[in-house]
């Protein structure tokens, strides 16, 4: 039997007659067919309250955090600049209660773009609101090109996780505008833009929980080189059942 893979929504407004509207429980396909392609079974899992992220957990057996919208600050103490753009308060709370009981449940992990950012902030680190308040950045982190490309080049940290995926150096697309600031205790930034930013983050310990702040799922249409980091994210949940 396939791995069930939970992939986390959102909530998006939806306009119905008589400018009505309802927000709509969603996930960009992309990550689903990323997932199918290297033989998990994807299951997406609804904002919803966070009393129910246990359960939901124990039905699944590894998660998936997906991109979207800011982390609100005031998760890392901080009130919101003036380039914050919006954020899902709930969305922020449930996706937190959803990683932590995946963590409880000693399930792997792969969280994208927001995904990273909300990892580390659920446990202690902190984010540039905005990549204009961070220092020395030179490259391009929102891309105009078409993001089944690649815009920036990423070095990875020997012995990870995603140094032994991609090797030294991989080409990686970039979609973002927060930006990882000091790393959660118990995790190690792994891999970096040139310009410093950090595009990597890795729990320490056996369990495979890896972040990449780039959007891996949406270049699988265009390039096999990132099919690997969803090949090996599922072969370790599949081994992590036996």
Same mark, same amino acid.
């Given at each position: 039997?396939?791995?069930?893979?939970?992939?986390?929504?959102t909530?998006?407004?939806? +306009?119905? =007659?008589?400018?009505?509207?309802?927000p709509?429980?969603?996930?960009n &396909?992309? %990550?689903?067919? !990323?997932?199918? $392609? @290297?033989?998990?079974a994807?299951?997406?899992?609804?904002?919803?309250?966070?009393?129910?992220?246990?359960?939901i957990?124990?039905?699944?057996?590894?998660?998936?955090l997906?991109?979207?919208?800011?982390?609100?600050?005031?998760?890392?103490? +901080?009130? =919101?600049?003036?380039?914050?753009?919006?954020t899902?308060?709930?969305? &922020?709370? %449930?996706?937190? !209660?959803?990683? $932590? @009981?995946?963590?409880?449940?000693?399930?792997?992990?792969?969280?994208?773009?927001?995904?990273v950012?909300?990892?580390?902030?659920?446990?202690?680190?902190?984010?540039?609101?905005?990549i204009?308040?961070?220092?020395?950045?030179?490259?391009?982190?929102?891309?105009?090109?078409?993001?089944v490309?690649?815009?920036?080049?990423?070095?990875?940290?020997?012995?990870?996780?995603?140094? @032994?995926?991609?090797?030294?150096?991989?080409?990686?697309?970039?979609?973002?505008?927060?930006?990882?600031r000091?790393?959660?205790?118990?995790?190690?930034?792994?891999?970096?833009?040139s310009?410093?930013?950090?595009?990597?983050?890795?729990?320490?310990?056996?369990?495979f929980?890896?972040?990449?702040?780039?959007?891996?799922?949406?270049?699988?249409?265009?390039?096999?080189?990132?099919?690997?980091?969803?090949?090996?994210?599922?072969?370790?949940?599949?081994?992590?059942?036996?």
């Open positions: 039997m396939s791995a069930i893979i939970g992939i986390s929504g909530l998006r407004s939806m +306009e119905f =007659p008589q400018n009505i509207f309802e709509r429980a969603t996930v &396909d992309t %990550y689903v067919k !990323a997932i199918a $392609k @290297a033989g998990g994807p299951l997406i899992l609804p904002v919803t309250a966070t009393a129910y992220a246990e359960e957990v124990s039905r699944i057996d590894g998660l998936v997906t991109g979207g919208d800011d982390i609100s600050p005031f998760l890392y103490g +901080e009130e =919101p600049l003036a380039q914050l753009s919006s899902l308060p709930e969305r &922020d709370l %449930y996706e937190m !209660a959803l990683l $932590k @009981a995946t963590l409880a449940q000693n399930k792997p992990v792969l969280a994208i773009c927001r995904g950012q909300l990892m580390n902030v659920a446990f202690g680190g902190t984010l540039y609101q905005d204009s308040y961070a220092p020395n950045i030179e490259r391009q982190h929102l891309q105009r090109t078409d993001p490309f690649p815009i920036h080049s990423i070095t990875t940290q020997p012995e990870s996780e995603l140094h @032994a995926i991609f090797g030294e150096k991989a080409m990686v697309n970039s979609l973002h505008h927060q930006v990882i000091d790393v959660a205790d118990g995790f190690q930034a792994t891999a970096w833009a310009d410093g930013v950090i595009e990597g983050m890795e729990r320490e310990g056996d369990l929980v890896v972040g990449v702040q780039w959007h891996p799922e949406i270049m699988v249409k265009q390039d096999d080189k990132m099919c690997p980091l969803f090949e090996t994210f599922v072969q370790k949940v599949a081994k992590n059942n036996k």
